[in-house]
Protein backbone atom coordinates (compact mmCIF):
# COMPACT_ATOMS: atom_id res chain seq x y z
CA UNK A 1 0.00 0.00 0.00
CA UNK A 2 1.62 3.40 -0.74
CA UNK A 3 -0.50 6.32 0.60
CA UNK A 4 1.44 9.70 -1.18
CA UNK A 5 0.82 13.05 0.05
CA UNK A 6 1.43 16.44 -1.43
CA UNK A 7 0.13 19.83 -1.99
CA UNK A 8 2.53 21.09 0.81
CA UNK A 9 3.99 24.53 1.12
CA UNK A 10 4.53 27.84 2.57
CA UNK A 11 1.46 30.30 2.89
CA UNK A 12 0.88 33.40 4.92
CA UNK A 13 -1.83 33.96 7.73
CA UNK A 14 -5.04 33.68 6.37
CA UNK A 15 -3.76 31.87 2.99
CA UNK A 16 -5.43 28.36 1.44
CA UNK A 17 -3.77 25.36 0.25
CA UNK A 18 -5.20 21.52 -0.62
CA UNK A 19 -3.59 18.72 0.12
CA UNK A 20 -4.02 15.62 -1.89
CA UNK A 21 -3.08 11.99 -1.01
CA UNK A 22 -3.01 9.52 -3.76
CA UNK A 23 -3.74 5.67 -2.60
CA UNK A 24 -2.31 2.44 -4.35
CA UNK A 25 -2.24 -0.82 -3.35
CA UNK A 26 -5.60 -1.14 -2.02
CA UNK A 27 -9.70 -0.87 -2.86
CA UNK A 28 -9.49 2.81 -1.97
CA UNK A 29 -13.00 2.66 -1.65
CA UNK A 30 -13.50 0.40 1.51
CA UNK A 31 -10.81 2.34 3.40
CA UNK A 32 -11.73 4.88 5.80
CA UNK A 33 -8.99 8.16 5.29
CA UNK A 34 -7.51 10.65 7.78
CA UNK A 35 -5.91 13.54 7.84
CA UNK A 36 -3.43 14.32 11.08
CA UNK A 37 -0.53 16.84 11.78
CA UNK A 38 2.62 16.53 13.37
CA UNK A 39 4.15 19.93 14.60
CA UNK A 40 7.88 20.12 16.05
CA UNK A 41 8.69 19.01 19.41
CA UNK A 42 5.06 17.85 19.79
CA UNK A 43 2.46 14.68 19.29
CA UNK A 44 0.53 13.53 16.36
CA UNK A 45 -2.75 15.02 16.24
CA UNK A 46 -5.80 14.45 14.41
CA UNK A 47 -7.20 16.71 12.12
CA UNK A 48 -10.19 15.29 10.08
CA UNK A 49 -11.46 12.08 9.08
CA UNK A 50 -13.96 10.88 6.06
CA UNK A 51 -15.97 7.74 5.83
CA UNK A 52 -15.86 5.35 3.08
CA UNK A 53 -18.18 7.09 0.75
CA UNK A 54 -17.83 10.17 2.00
CA UNK A 55 -20.84 11.17 3.81
CA UNK A 56 -19.63 11.62 6.81
CA UNK A 57 -16.54 13.40 8.03
CA UNK A 58 -14.99 14.40 11.59
CA UNK A 59 -13.12 17.54 12.41
CA UNK A 60 -10.61 18.54 15.06
CA UNK A 61 -11.94 21.28 16.95
CA UNK A 62 -9.39 23.82 15.83
CA UNK A 63 -9.57 23.28 11.99
CA UNK A 64 -13.68 23.21 12.06
CA UNK A 65 -14.96 25.68 9.75
CA UNK A 66 -11.23 26.47 7.98
CA UNK A 67 -10.95 22.83 6.77
CA UNK A 68 -12.70 20.55 4.31
CA UNK A 69 -11.96 16.80 4.18
CA UNK A 70 -13.02 15.65 0.72
CA UNK A 71 -12.50 12.45 -1.29
CA UNK A 72 -12.48 11.07 -4.68
CA UNK A 73 -13.23 7.35 -4.85
CA UNK A 74 -12.72 6.87 -8.42
CA UNK A 75 -9.20 9.25 -8.61
CA UNK A 76 -8.36 7.00 -5.05
CA UNK A 77 -7.32 9.95 -3.54
CA UNK A 78 -8.37 12.26 -0.20
CA UNK A 79 -7.86 15.90 -0.10
CA UNK A 80 -7.79 18.44 2.91
CA UNK A 81 -8.38 21.47 1.72
CA UNK A 82 -7.36 24.53 4.49
CA UNK A 83 -8.43 28.11 4.58
CA UNK A 84 -7.95 30.76 6.96
CA UNK A 85 -4.35 29.09 7.55
CA UNK A 86 -2.91 30.30 10.79
CA UNK A 87 0.36 30.14 12.55
CA UNK A 88 -0.62 27.31 14.67
CA UNK A 89 -1.41 25.51 11.86
CA UNK A 90 2.11 24.23 10.94
CA UNK A 91 3.10 20.56 11.05
CA UNK A 92 4.34 18.28 8.75
CA UNK A 93 0.69 16.91 7.60
CA UNK A 94 0.67 13.04 7.06
CA UNK A 95 -2.83 11.01 5.63
CA UNK A 96 -3.87 7.93 6.64
CA UNK A 97 -6.17 5.11 5.88
CA UNK A 98 -8.02 2.49 7.72
CA UNK A 99 -9.99 -0.70 6.53
CA UNK A 100 -13.50 -0.83 8.27
CA UNK A 101 -16.38 1.67 8.34
CA UNK A 102 -15.74 3.13 11.92
CA UNK A 103 -14.29 6.87 12.03
CA UNK A 104 -11.44 6.90 14.38
CA UNK A 105 -9.52 9.94 15.82
CA UNK A 106 -6.64 7.95 17.96
CA UNK A 107 -3.38 7.80 14.75
CA UNK A 108 -3.24 4.04 16.54
CA UNK A 109 -6.49 2.88 14.72
CA UNK A 110 -4.88 3.45 11.26
CA UNK A 111 -2.54 1.20 9.35
CA UNK A 112 -1.14 2.82 6.71
CA UNK A 113 0.66 6.22 6.56
CA UNK A 114 1.56 8.44 3.82
CA UNK A 115 4.94 10.27 3.78
CA UNK A 116 4.00 13.67 5.03
CA UNK A 117 3.77 16.75 3.64
CA UNK A 118 5.54 20.06 5.44
CA UNK A 119 2.84 22.89 5.88
CA UNK A 120 4.36 26.30 6.98
CA UNK A 121 2.20 29.52 7.53
CA UNK A 122 4.36 32.42 8.01
CA UNK A 123 2.60 36.00 10.08
Known amino acids: VQLQASGGGLVQVGGSLRLSCASS????????MGWFRQAPGKEREFVAV????????IYEDSVKGRFTISRDNAKNTVYLQMNSLKPEDTAVYYC?????????????????WGQGTQVTVSS
Open 50 to 57: ISRSGQST
Open 96 to 112: AARAGPFLRKDPAGYDY
Open 25 to 32: GRTFSTDV
